[in-house]
């Protein structure tokens, strides 16, 4: 284990739900994020690297638990964000880590949602975010869905336990590796691919070609339909001749070239798997292949 290393032990409760059926609980949740994502994309100064766009994964007070949350939106009393908990699944505005009013998804249809959502923006003073628009390219079983469905409220839970067990790993690899320049970014969720990731710049100059490495969790895609923890180095590496990895990590070598452990993968282990001594590993080996 790497020096100052928390223990990040993977929680029994992440056991609750196999990894592989949470896909249709994922398609509900990264519908929900959309709500977020759009007022902020109505509301706030365009950023180049989209994060105005960002979310923040924190625990509210009272009963609404881990959120997420958007980045803060400016009002004539001070500032608000749009969020949204997973357990229970709902949207929520918040004000200095209060919630000031919330609308419970379940059962509720995603334009119902959306006229809430606006009419509270406006009374603000803000934009309304509106329904989906063409740019949002969505994936398509995200595009499909029209209201939220309270069969997955397990399956929510389990979900939002593989993103808290990320953020603190995240968080703390971040917190280790501060003293790199340009170094890594804040642990954030993006809401278009819904996957949480801190990227650590290994160098300055044109992101487009500058070394860097991306650490992050997806909750499933079309590539794996499942959760999976990834570390990408970029510019992406030649497929030849890529060392052995530590368990639970194999190469992916399809539409992007990095280190993945599938949620099954970290859960099968034989040994309780520290994921934040793997990422280090890992981490460490992909600086090496970058010569960074």
């Known amino acids: ?30 519908q929900a994020v959309q709500f977020p994502y759009r ?82 923006l406006e009374k603000l003073g803000l934009k309304p975010g509106g329904l989906p628009q063409p740019s949002d390219d969505l994936p398509n079983d995200v595009a499909v869905v ?13 979900l939002s336990a593989w993103f ?17 320049t340009p170094g890594p970014s804040p642990a954030r969720c993006w809401p278009h691919h819904f996957d949480m990731a801190t990227y650590v710049a290994l160098e300055a100059g044109d992101p487009e070609t500058a070394k860097g490495v991306g650490v992050g969790l997806s909750p499933g895609d079309e590539s794996y339909d499942q959760p999976y923890l990834y570390i990408n180095p970029w510019p992406h590496l030649p497929t030849e001749g890529l060392p052995d990895l530590p368990s639970p990590g194999h190469w992916h070598m399809h539409g992007f070239v990095g280190a993945v452990a599938t949620g099954d993968a970290i859960l099968a ?5 520290d994921l934040a001594d793997y990422v280090d590993q890992v981490f460490a080996e992909s600086r090496r292949l970058l010569g960074a």
């Open 164 to 180: 808290g067990l990320t953020h603190n790993v995240l968080s703390d690899f971040a917190a280790r590796n501060d003293g790199i």
């Open 39 to 120: 007022a902020a994309r109505e509301n706030l100064a365009p950023q180049a690297d989209h994060s105005h766009t960002s979310l923040t994964w924190v625990r509210l007070d009272g009963a609404f638990g881990d959120t997420f949350l958007s980045q803060a939106l400016p009002v004539e009393t001070g500032e608000v964000h749009v969020a949204i908990s997973l357990v229970p699944l709902r949207l929520l505005l918040v004000r200095q880590n209060h919630v000031d009013q919330a609308l419970d998804l379940t059962g509720t249809t995603v334009d119902a949602a959306t006229s809430w959502l606006d009419a509270e």
């Open 269 to 273: 282990a034989p040994e309780p798997v």
């Open 146 to 158: 029209t209201d939220f469905e309270s069969a997955v409220s397990g399956e929510l839970e389990t």
């Open 1 to 30: 284990m790497s020096p100052g290393n928390q223990v990040m032990r993977v929680p029994e409760h992440l056991r609750h739900h196999h990894p592989r059926d949470l896909s249709h609980a994922r398609t509900m949740a990264h």
